[in-house]
Nanobody
């Protein structure tokens, strides 16, 4: 079992930045892929980005060039640096962990563990 806890959400103006963190506990010695998903009101949960244990990354087109995912395996923590935020980035952001070995293979149905979510609101 892996437990995931997100932090760092909040309210920011368009063009601003936020950094999300996800702390993992439990079965953290395994080499799982981690990622971020988001869900806006009235919409389905959508993939944002993922990173493998070895550091390979994959991004949704909508966030490429603006968001950066990273992880510190020694601290069992993953990060999402979000720059140049837009109102359409407003959503609940969920941390996720999966046993898939490729970052581009991560998806909602391939996710094994979820965090509780953290709200990100971008005002125009």
């Amino acid at each position: 079992q892996v437990q995931l806890v997100e932090s760092g959400g909040g309210l920011v103006q368009a063009g601003g930045s936020l950094r999300l963190s996800c702390a993992a506990s439990g079965r953290t010695s395994s080499s799982y892929t981690m990622g971020w998903f988001r869900q806006a009101p009235g919409k389905e949960r959508a993939f944002v980005t993922a990173i493998t244990w070895g550091g390979s990354t994959y991004y949704a087109d909508s966030v490429k060039g603006r968001f950066t995912i990273s992880r510190d395996n020694a601290k069992n923590t993953m990060y999402l640096q979000m720059n140049n935020l837009k109102p359409e980035d407003t959503a609940v952001y969920y941390c996720a962990a999966s046993w898939v070995t490729a970052a581009q293979a991560m998806g909602v149905r391939k996710t094994d563990y979820w965090g509780q979510g953290t709200q990100v609101t971008v005002s125009s």
